[in-house]
């Protein structure tokens, strides 16, 4: 188990013992369990325990906005009666505001736990997650081999590209579906990316683009809708005189840190024509029925 599991584990524990204190105290009273009362407050008191104790070992989210929705329940209850139980001078006003005060505890530490679990819940999800999307890519990469290129010469296009050293053993950028146009390209380092952090991720290779293209570096819709990962400056250029390493601007946009593994795809890359203009100054430009609407101009 993480280790944010096992301090999760080790705050149910202590919210446990200090519903027990519950409990002992207001049976502790002389007389009190006669009370109508009374017989409220304890049963509310046991409730936070018994609460507490069915949640131990449930790791589902659902189950823990359950215990959530329960121990906190329980919690309102057992103030509700214990302050009726004050109003009828069947406690004194030490002993309330010592099982006030308990109680008051009792709250930050389900708090806690709630939030330790959570994230807890986040990064296991986050972890599974991962494991499954890098095993069934490396599987697919590997099924579909040439599958899409099997005759990569009929292209009416051709790019050299040099291989560095820290991509030996990765795959070229591919086409990954008959009609995709982009090439996806793998990370050549490990990488992992804090929320709100940005950082340059090397592709590991170079490339050379024929005068009058460029390569245009896009993120991966995939990364964006399930990791809420981008490329800042989307979509990036590489110019046709550019022959340096191919690297990748990312941004985690998200709540969680996004761990990038060698191997893994990281964006896109798309090969487009493009075209240089001169300047022709003139002292007027020709009139539009738009004119200089913009910013809106149109409505939403």
Known sequence: MSDGGLEATRMFTMAEELADRVWGIVMAWDGFCKDSVGKQLIRAADSIG?????SVGRFHPKDVLNFLSHARGSMQATKFWLRRAHQRNLISDAEFKELWDMLEQQGRTLNDY??????WLRSARHEREDRILR????SYVASNDDAFDPEPSNYPLSLLIQRLPESEGLPLPRYMSAGAAGMDL??????????GETKLVSTG???AVPEGYEAQ????SGLALNYSITIPNAPGTIDADYRGVVKVILHNLGTSPFHIQRGDRIAQMVIAKVERAAWEEVDELPNTQRGAGGFGHTGI
Not at 50 to 54: D, P, R, S, T, V
Not at 135 to 138: G, L, Q
Request: with cysteine.
């Open 135 to 138: 095993e069934s890519t490396a």
């Open 114 to 119: 709630i939030s330790l679990r959570r994230e």
């Open 217 to 220: 570096i896009r993120p991966r």
């Open 186 to 195: 793998f990370a050549a380092e490990d990488a992992t990316l804090a929320p």
């Open 205 to 207: 290779v170079c490339i």
């Open 50 to 54: 018994a609460n507490i104790a069915e």
